[in-house]
């Protein structure tokens, strides 16, 4: 869910590598060797495009776009978690019946 995870906070406003990263990880542990090739994973599947900004601390960011694909890939990814969600929660009801 890491993917969904991404596509909902670049969906809010366009960000960069490491602005992402600190973001997702408030939600899930995470670092760069996870996150930065599933931005380029997203990327070249056209769910993001991607623009440099010049940075006065270093050398331009690179931000990420959500595109009309993303949106939709995000709205898809969304319906099965909350779907997955609501089986699972279901789940543990009956279970809490029974004991």
Known sequence: MLELIVLLSVSKKDMYGYELIEAVSKVVDVNDGTVYPLLKRLTNEKYFETYLV??????????????????????????????????????????????
Not at 62 to 91: A, C, P
């Open 54 to 99: 010049e940075s006065t601390e270093g050398p331009p960011r690179k931000y990420y776009h959500l595109t009309i694909l993303g949106n939709e890939q995000k709205k898809q990814l969304l319906e099965t978690w909350q779907s997955f969600n609501q089986s699972v929660n279901e789940f543990i009801k009956e279970c809490e019946k029974n004991e």
